[in-house]
């Protein structure tokens, strides 16, 4: 059975998601794949400022999600990969969300218009970088259509990885 979705909207970041993000963000289990522990707030106050560049620049970038009450409950989007390593060059679609947010739908519809936003950009395609053990985020590349291309190993932390793609 197919559930509908969740409404949300999509928003450049502002200064103030940069505290929302620190909040939300602010869970052992929201950190798993990425580092294990919270950030400092001066690492969301640069991510934000960064967004809002990219934005500028490109068309996209890591937009704050707001749910139906217009709270922020974290952020999809997509940027250029940043390594020097994986699909370098490429566009990455990525999400993080808040540990009360999680299986309620709310990631796979802020990605799907996060999808229709590069169609507009003219993107013609997007990876997504997922840990191997990142169940819930390789169950929405998959509700996104998105195909495994490859598997990898993070030259930092030696983890496995899976590179998922879509054509836009």
């Not at 620049?57 to 997509?78: M, N, P, Q, S, Y």
């Not at 997007?126 to 495994?148: F, H, P, Q």
């Amino acid at each position: 059975m197919n559930r509908a979705l969740p409404v949300v909207r999509l928003r450049v970041p502002t200064d103030e998601d940069a505290v929302a993000w620190h909040r939300v963000f602010d869970d052992p289990d929201v950190m798993e794949f990425h580092g294990g522990r919270s950030a400092e707030l001066s690492v969301y106050e640069e991510l934000t400022a960064r967004q809002r560049r990219h934005d500028a620049e490109h068309g996209f970038c890591l937009w704050t999600v707001l749910d139906e009450a217009g709270r922020v409950i974290g952020f999809t989007g997509a940027q250029p990969w940043p390594g020097a390593w994986g699909p370098v060059g490429e566009t990455e679609i990525g999400w993080r969300l808040g540990r009360e947010h999680w299986g309620r739908g709310y990631v796979t519809a802020a990605a799907r218009l996060t999808l229709e936003r590069l169609r507009a950009a003219g993107q013609p395609s997007v990876v997504a970088m997922v840990d191997a053990r990142n169940e819930r985020s390789i169950a929405v590349t998959r509700r996104l259509g998105m195909r495994l291309a490859e598997t990898f190993v993070t030259p930092s932390s030696q983890r496995q990885g899976h590179c998922f793609r879509l054509d836009l």
